[in-house]
């Protein structure tokens, strides 16, 4: 005889243990996650559900790019740089949140790059010796 409670988990009466429902979940690419990446990808989603019900004022702020023209501030340029130089996801997220979090309206690109570079410059020099290199092409380039 068995119990199935509401969850769906099932007594097994011979061994009086109790049997989680399976949860299976794909990955991107559509294939079954190992159990490290249930729990990475599980995170992912409940970061973008609370991304997407919290306020964001920095929607609205502008910033001044160095050819004088304004452009609405997108901090996934910000993530996506930092990561680019070498910084782990995690690390860039938080850079990104820090630079988010103080970016107001006015503020200009330049601004921004030099508050990445001092974070960088303090939580991963390999990343930071990567943005500066960049940097120094990019400006030779111009």
């Not at 570079?117 to 010796?129: G, P, S």
Request: proline share 4%; with cysteine; charged share 25%.
């Amino acid at each position: 005889m068995s119990h199935c409670c509401p969850a769906g988990c099932s007594l097994q009466p011979n061994r009086g243990r109790v049997k989680p429902p399976e949860t299976v979940i794909r990955g991107a690419t559509g294939t079954r996650a190992s159990s490290g990446k249930k729990e990475q990808i599980i995170d992912v989603v409940m970061r973008m559900a609370g991304q997407q019900m919290e306020s964001r004022p920095w929607q609205q702020t502008m910033v001044r790019k160095t050819n004088n023209q304004e452009e609405q501030f997108n901090p996934d340029k910000i993530r996506r740089s930092v990561q680019n130089a070498g910084a782990n996801q995690q690390l860039a997220d938080e850079i990104t949140q820090q630079i988010q979090g103080s970016t107001h309206s006015g503020m200009t690109t330049t601004e921004i790059d030099n508050s990445v570079q001092e974070v960088l410059k303090q939580k991963d020099m390999d990343a930071y010796n990567n943005w500066m290199r960049w940097k120094e092409q990019h400006q030779s380039s111009r």
